[in-house]
């Protein structure tokens, strides 16, 4: 069955001309980044209040240093790789048969392994920013500051990541939709379809081919056209790397 479900969707990706991914944090975890969403007793021992209070808009700007004690630790992974997930997904577009990437993860790995149309949702750690001028700061100046980053003109850095009880960036939602109408694959992988805005954007697909790729089961499944309980990594290497 497995077998079949990878030969079906080589065959679909084969018969593609405009593949659109749709990507959540199942594909970070395969290259050794872990949800930060994901509980465990580690939080409950170490840090007084869920990530989802620390990572919002208003406990930043409350709680700076505590804040950067938490994305350092969780948060940030430099050392951190492309999987065969990501490197397929570049081989597809070098190969124009895919369009456009849509991710929900601030890491930068898409383009790490040559992607270069990719819409992230949520931002990037790679970027930073002064509060109080605009200037740019590569993701070192978080690393390697003592607690509160800081500009040379004495604001506070902060990272161009979409927090809690932020919007997303203006027009990025709208090339990500406009992308996924016009798609004649649509691949989601990586996420339970869950966490907003993923389950909204497959409202938007109108192509026959919607195939999912989890690792566990999503409520999503009945409507896939295909879907895959597997390592996305395993999935993408057989369909487009082997
Ligand atoms: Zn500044």
Redesign the pocket.
């Known amino acids: 069955m497995m077998s079949g479900s990878i030969e079906t969707l080589r065959q679909w990706i084969e018969e593609s001309r405009d593949i659109v991914f749709f990507g959540g944090a199942g594909v970070s975890t395969e290259s050794g980044i872990p949800d930060f969403r994901s509980v465990d007793g580690l939080y409950n021992q170490k840090y007084d209040e869920p990530p989802e209070t620390i990572i919002s808009h208003s406990y930043f700007l409350r709680w700076p240093e505590k804040f950067y004690r938490f994305y350092r630790d969780k948060m940030l992974y430099p050392q951190a790789e492309p999987n065969d997930c990501h490197l397929a997904l570049a081989r597809l577009e070098q190969e124009g048969k895919l369009k456009a990437v849509v991710t929900q993860n601030i890491d930068g790995l898409h383009q790490k392994a040559g992607s270069r149309n990719v819409i992230e949702l949520h931002g990037s750690t790679l970027r930073n920013f ?1 509060m ?4 740019s700061y590569p993701v070192s100046a978080i690393l390697e500051a003592e607690g509160i980053p800081r ?5 506070i850095i902060k990272p161009d990541v979409v927090l809690y009880e932020e919007s997303l960036h203006d027009g990025d939602m709208d090339r990500a939709i406009s992308a996924i109408r016009k798609a004649d694959l649509f691949i989601v992988g990586g996420t339970s379809l869950t966490v907003y805005p993923a389950a909204g954007l497959v409202e938007y697909y109108r192509g026959k081919r919607l195939v999912l790729i989890n690792k566990s089961p999503t409520p999503y499944d009945r409507y896939a056209d295909l879907s895959i309980s597997e390592s996305i990594g395993k999935v993408f290497r057989k369909c487009v790397l082997e």
Do not use: A, D, M, V
Not at 151 to 155: A, F, L, N, Q, T
């Open positions: 002064c109080n001028c605009g200037k500009c040379s003109c004495g604001g």
